[in-house]
T-cell receptor, first 111, second 116 residues
Framework: RKEVEQDPGPFNVPEGATVAFNCTYS??????FFWYRQDCRKEPKLLMS???SGNEDGRFTAQLNRASQYISLLIRDSKLSDSATYLC????????????FGRGTSLIVHP | GAVVSQHPSWVICKSGTSVKIECRSL??????MFWYRQFPKQSLMLMAT?????????EQGVEKDKFLINHASLTLSTLTVTSAHPEDSSFYIC????????????FGPGTRLTVT
């Protein structure tokens, strides 16, 4: 089993749709969780951290389920500009700073 | 805040030459920097973890003598690809964490290396 798994997609949704991605992780000792966004041929950009209590930033909501060892990202009212690859990152197991990236989930928002 | 720069943004070199890539944290001190490479349509692959003032820790399968990493200050890490070959052509990205207790990473814009 891979340490961090994501459905590669692509998720093809119309503008205005709500879409959700999940990311599972294998190390139960992981402490920190993030979602990054990567546009084609660009560097990843931090989208949001994921906390146990869940967090929301505008149209984006991230949640952590420690019992089932997954994090989720919900995007409401999708925009064309949301089209990108969304990377899940997990680290902090055993105090390690070494990040583990998922392979990314591709989102395509169409008119 | 939390801006990371990389230089050069792209480089073309001939086989056998060496290329140095710089990664700088512009507005924070980075005790830890990471170096990644990414092939088209593939995920990021961590190459090494660089801590200021100490030797880099390389991931399995990454040749430390080929990819020389130096982290001489809290704001600068360099990656030198020595004796470059066409198969080293890739997108190299660095990232930095802003604090001892922070796991958030901020990425540089990447360097696209083409070896002819």
């Amino acid at each position: 089993r891979k340490e961090v798994e994501q459905d590669p997609g692509p998720f093809n949704v119309p503008e205005g749709a709500t879409v959700a991605f999940n990311c599972t992780y294998s190390n139960s000792a992981s402490q920190s969780f993030f979602w990054y966004r990567q546009d084609c041929r660009k560097e990843p950009k931090l989208l949001m951290s994921v906390y146990s209590s869940g967090n929301e930033d505008g149209r984006f909501t991230a949640q952590l389920n420690r019992a089932s060892q997954y994090i989720s990202l919900l995007i409401r009212d999708s925009k064309l500009s949301d089209s990108a690859t969304y990377l899940c990152v997990v680290n902090g197991a055993g105090g390690s700073y070494i990040p583990t990236f998922g392979r990314g989930t591709s989102l395509i928002v169409h008119p | 805040g939390a801006v990371v720069s990389q230089h050069p943004s792209w480089v073309i070199c001939k086989s056998g030459t060496s290329v140095k890539i710089e990664c700088r944290s512009l507005d924070f001190q980075a005790t830890t920097m990471f170096w990644y490479r990414q092939f088209p349509k593939q995920s990021l692959m961590l190459m090494a973890t660089s801590n200021e003032g100490s030797k880099a820790t390389y991931e399995q399968g990454v040749e430390k003598d080929k990819f020389l990493i130096n982290h001489a200050s809290l704001t600068l890490s360099t990656l030198t690809v020595t004796s470059a070959h066409p198969e080293d052509s890739s997108f190299y990205i660095c990232s930095a964490t802003p604090g001892l207790y922070s796991y958030e990473q901020y990425f540089g814009p990447g360097t696209r290396l083409t070896v002819t």
